[in-house]
């Protein structure tokens, strides 16, 4: 992955996959599809968690402590999530993205959320 790009995100205050898809378009060194533009790296480069990290980015190492994180919130319903999650800065904006390899057999939302 290109470093440029790395830096560009980070220079304009980029913290999320989210906040990358709303403000990419600011920076020409930025893709708009950077799993699509880093195809060859972007899965062994740790995907967004390598692109925004250099300390700004820093979230739950597991997908089972975030998860902890959403039930001590009293998280129940993505809504929720997505009006409560910024209150822990360490839980992700789009957690299916940041822990999509165990994202399906944990069970996705309702795994997440414990719902199951």
Not at 1 to 19: F, P, Y
Not at 94 to 116: D, R
């Amino acid at each position: 992955m290109n470093q440029g790009t790395s830096e560009a995100a980070i220079k304009l205050g980029i913290k999320t996959c989210r906040e990358y898809q709303q403000f990419c378009h600011k920076d020409p060194k930025l893709p708009s599809h950077p799993d699509n533009f880093y195809v060859d790296t972007w899965e062994q480069e740790e995907k967004w968690l390598r692109l925004l990290k250099n300390g700004r980015f820093s979230k739950y190492a597991t997908i089972e402590e975030a998860s902890n994180a959403t039930e001590v919130l009293g998280i129940k319903t993505v809504k929720e999530y997505q009006k409560k999650y910024k209150t822990d800065p360490k839980l992700p904006t789009c957690p299916g993205q940041v822990y999509s390899e165990t994202w399906v057999e944990f069970g996705k939302w309702f795994g997440y959320l414990k719902k199951i």
